[in-house]
């Protein structure tokens, strides 16, 4: 799943922690500028975080029209890895089978790659 991060200047280790919980690209925006707020989704972009104590609130507005506009899910919280993977999570589950093969495997139990997706979420979670 592609994501894009709206909001933060150092998103190094959220950016590892939503790598780790199965994200395939990470995007980025500081949401500071004024010009920010002009700025369109990529159109790979299938899940929007917006870090809310780190954003413009032009750019805050921006961005959550054209998420709601192109039905992609948004996630709202403060810079905190613990929020976020756990935010992340929440949304993986709820996402169609056919989008998050993961939760709707029949060999999720026993399947090394479910196991490493939770072992990570637990291991940011703690």
């Known amino acids: 799943m592609s994501i894009m991060i709206i909001g933060g200047d150092d ?5 590892s922690v939503l790598l780790d919980l199965g ?8 949401g ?8 369109e989704l990529p159109c790979d972009t299938r ?8 954003i413009n609130h032009n750019a805050m507005k921006a961005f959550k ?9 948004l996630i709202c ?10 935010e992340y999570t929440k949304l993986c ?6 989008q998050n093969p993961c939760v709707a495997c029949h060999q999720n139990d026993q399947c090394k790659t479910a196991q490493e997706l939770r072992n990570a979420t637990i291991e940011y979670m703690i």
């Open 11 to 15: 998103i190094q280790m959220v950016k």
């Open 23 to 30: 994200a395939t690209k990470v995007n980025h925006i500081a």
């Open 32 to 39: 500071r500028k004024n010009s920010d707020s002009f700025r």
């Open 47 to 54: 899940c929007v975080i917006m870090l809310t104590n780190f």
């Open 65 to 73: 029209k054209q998420a709601k506009s192109r039905d992609i899910p």
């Open 77 to 86: 919280v403060k810079k905190c890895i613990h929020s976020i993977a756990s």
């Open 93 to 98: 589950e709820q996402l169609q089978p056919t």
